[in-house]
């Protein structure tokens, strides 16, 4: 247990004795801190800080874990805590061959710093000596001393040293519902991205979270585009891809930087969506131990068609697109306009020799990379959802992961499943994506009726809510699709099909909850109107009545006829 007396504080900004503020407690491998700010401090002052107090470079990826071990988001909003429910803060990925902060400032600087010290510490006791009281002149300069190192230790101030803060940053991660932004990326969102992810490149990412990067578990919502492409580069490295085709690490960060600039800014199709599905993917890959089952090139083939599968993705479906006529629909005949689409994209990010990650592999390496990857993404048009599942089915019982063609249908079950697989995460994981999912159905169609086209009825919002829109999924498609390549891998029953089963119940429950909610509203209405009846004077309940009193009223008050 903590004393307060054993943390060390560090503030965001010189606080005001009225102002109010938050006291974090956390621990830096293993030292007690605590970080103070103002309820309003701004979100990068207070990311700011919390590098400050780690001690980190400028480009290092730090997280915060609140006590259940859980990564919880480095913001303004932070829970205060106590000493006894400490965060931990850690550096998860940091530049192992950078020098020393101390270094890098005495060589900017043009002077070491710790000897500077010495050589003064070495003049005031000399001056002690000499004068037998220390001078007023030398306790004014400690004041202004400690009054500068106040300021640099002060969030505020960071950035004209160019220590932590960076001058290029933008606004604050974007909420997941894009609906207010636009379609494309712009220039200078995409450049901004691509400076961090570069400058984060090298950082070499803790094994800690690179084995929780191998889990269905992983949260994605608490690491920002630049932080997911270092991810998604450490993916292409830990199962050997850089080695085993000659991937240079130029290519690869350009290619996976044309990958985040292709996906778009809506609200569930976009580059998250794209990391998550290549993340389950590369968990599969190491749940079931396919590296010693099937070939490298496969698992390439793989990975790279989780990346690409929704490039380009509009936030309109194959319906829509088919139903409106859209250029996309023309182009590919009605067949899979989407997944036709997010294909092409992805091979004309490759034909450039600059993003192309498989230029050093043989003509038929590439030939065989090309055709397993149009398979792939084809495959994730949910219309053929049946036929591709009983083919699964058919040869399951023979299954050889030498025969090609049964491996070209696992390839494709596989990224169905991780292209469907939210619901297998926590609740706290998934349950946003599903509310991503929802707008992104609703705008559809809500744009569906505004062209008077036919609405798509699981999109509808004035007749799906969210849990009906998951039971059938779930019960239906989901659960059967997951129960069968279980069958092949039965390891996969903890990881996947049992966080399954746990959302179809609470989704169960929910939509039970509302059906009773709903019955008890129209109870309550119809026992306020019979009230309201019963309340209503007797000859406002006969209209007839009531006119024909007010007509015989009427003539009796008329004038005798002369």
């Keep these: 247990m903590w004393s307060h007396s054993k943390f060390r504080t560090v503030r965001a900004v010189a606080l005001k004795t009225d102002m109010a503020t938050k006291i974090i407690y956390f621990t830096v491998n293993g030292r007690p801190e605590q970080a103070e700010f103002p309820v309003d401090c701004p979100a990068q002052d207070v990311k700011d800080l919390f590098r400050s107090a780690a001690e980190a470079g400028p480009h290092d990826i730090l997280k915060l874990y609140n006590p259940k071990g859980n990564i919880i988001n480095i913001s303004p909003r932070l829970e205060p805590?106590?000493?006894?429910?400490?965060?931990?803060?850690?550096?998860?990925?940091?530049?192992?061959?950078?020098?020393?902060?101390?270094?890098?400032?005495?060589?900017?600087?043009?002077?070491?710093?710790?000897?500077?010290?010495?050589?003064?510490?070495?003049?005031?006791?000399?001056?002690?000596?000499?004068?037998?009281?220390?001078?007023?002149?030398?306790?004014?300069?400690?004041?202004?001393?400690?009054?500068?190192?106040?300021?640099?230790?002060?969030?505020?101030?960071?950035?004209?040293?160019?220590?932590?803060?960076?001058?290029?940053?933008?606004?604050?991660?974007?909420?997941?519902?894009?609906?207010?932004?636009?379609?494309?990326?712009?220039?200078?969102?995409?450049?901004?991205?691509?400076?961090?992810?570069?400058?984060?490149?090298?950082?070499?990412?803790?094994?800690?979270?690179?084995?929780?990067?191998?889990?269905?578990?992983?949260?994605?919502?608490q690491w920002e585009d630049a932080e997911i492409m270092v991810l998604l580069q450490v993916m292409y490295t830990d199962l050997d891809f850089i080695a085993t085709f000659n991937i240079e690490p130029e290519v690869l960060h350009q290619f996976l930087y044309e990958v985040y600039k292709r996906y778009n800014n809506i609200p569930f199709h976009n580059f998250k969506h794209c990391f998550c599905v290549t993340q389950m993917m590369y968990g599969l890959i190491w749940l079931t131990d396919l590296k010693s089952k099937i070939d490298s090139i496969d698992l390439l083939t793989m990975l790279t068609s989780a990346a690409c599968h929704d490039l380009d993705h509009t936030g309109y479906n194959n319906a829509y697109q088919i139903n409106a006529r859209t250029e996309l629909a023309l182009r590919y005949?009605?067949?899979?306009?989407?997944?036709?689409?997010?294909?092409?994209?992805?091979?004309?990010?490759?034909?450039?020799?600059?993003?192309?990650?498989?230029?050093?592999?043989?003509?038929?390496?590439?030939?065989?990379?090309?055709?397993?990857?149009?398979?792939?993404?084809?495959?994730?048009?949910?219309?053929?959802?049946?036929?591709?599942?009983?083919?699964?089915?058919?040869?399951?019982?023979?299954?050889?992961?030498?025969?090609?063609?049964?491996?070209?249908?696992?390839?494709?079950?596989?990224?169905?499943?991780?292209?469907?697989?939210?619901?297998?995460?926590?609740?706290?994981?998934?349950?946003?994506?599903l509310d991503c999912l929802l707008q992104e159905f609703y705008n559809q169609s809500d744009m569906e009726k505004l062209?008077?086209?036919?609405?798509?009825?699981?999109?509808?919002?004035?007749?799906?809510?969210?849990?009906?829109?998951?039971?059938?999924?779930?019960?239906?498609?989901?659960?059967?699709?997951?129960?069968?390549?279980?069958?092949?891998?039965?390891?996969?029953?903890?990881?996947?099909?049992?966080?399954?089963?746990?959302?179809?119940?609470?989704?169960?429950?929910?939509?039970?909850?509302?059906?009773?909610?709903?019955?008890?509203?129209?109870?309550?209405?119809?026992?306020?109107?019979?009230?309201n009846k019963d309340t209503t004077p007797q000859n406002l309940q006969n209209p007839q009545k009531t006119a024909d009193s007010l007509s015989e009223a009427g003539n009796a008050l008329k004038p005798p006829t002369l």
């Design 451 to 531: 062209e008077g086209l036919p609405v798509t009825p699981f999109m509808d919002r004035d007749k799906v809510t969210k849990p009906s829109s998951q039971t059938g999924f779930i019960g239906f498609v989901l659960l059967p699709l997951f129960i069968e390549l279980a069958n092949l891998f039965p390891c996969l029953e903890q990881h996947i099909i049992d966080p399954v089963r746990k959302a179809l119940d609470y989704y169960t429950e929910m939509e039970k909850a509302l059906e009773r909610e709903k019955l008890i509203r129209a109870q309550s209405d119809k026992a306020a109107a019979a009230k």
């Design 333 to 433: 005949n009605d067949i899979s306009p989407l997944e036709n689409h997010h294909c092409a994209v992805a091979f004309e990010i490759l034909e450039k020799n600059e993003n192309n990650i498989f230029r050093n592999l043989t003509t038929e390496q590439y030939k065989r990379i090309r055709e397993g990857i149009i398979k792939c993404i084809l495959a994730t048009d949910m219309t053929r959802h049946n036929e591709i599942l009983n083919k699964f089915k058919s040869i399951l019982p023979v299954f050889d992961f030498s025969n090609k063609d049964h491996r070209d249908v696992l390839m494709m079950i596989m990224i169905k499943v991780s292209d469907i697989s939210n619901e297998a995460r926590p609740m706290d994981v998934a349950e946003p994506w």
């Design 81 to 221: 805590n106590s000493p006894n429910s400490c965060y931990k803060l850690e550096v998860v990925a940091a530049d192992c061959n950078s020098e020393p902060l101390g270094v890098e400032l005495a060589v900017a600087l043009g002077f070491d710093l710790s000897s500077m010290e010495k050589r003064l510490q070495g003049l005031e006791k000399k001056i002690l000596i000499e004068a037998g009281e220390t001078p007023a002149v030398v306790y004014e300069m400690k004041r202004q001393v400690e009054s500068f190192r106040e300021k640099l230790e002060s969030v505020e101030h960071l950035s004209w040293l160019g220590l932590f803060k960076e001058l290029s940053e933008g606004t604050q991660k974007p909420s997941p519902f894009y609906h207010k932004r636009t379609l494309r990326k712009t220039r200078e969102e995409c450049e901004h991205v691509r400076e961090k992810f570069l400058q984060m490149s090298s950082l070499e990412v803790s094994e800690e979270v690179r084995q929780y990067l191998k889990t269905p578990t992983f949260d994605n919502w």
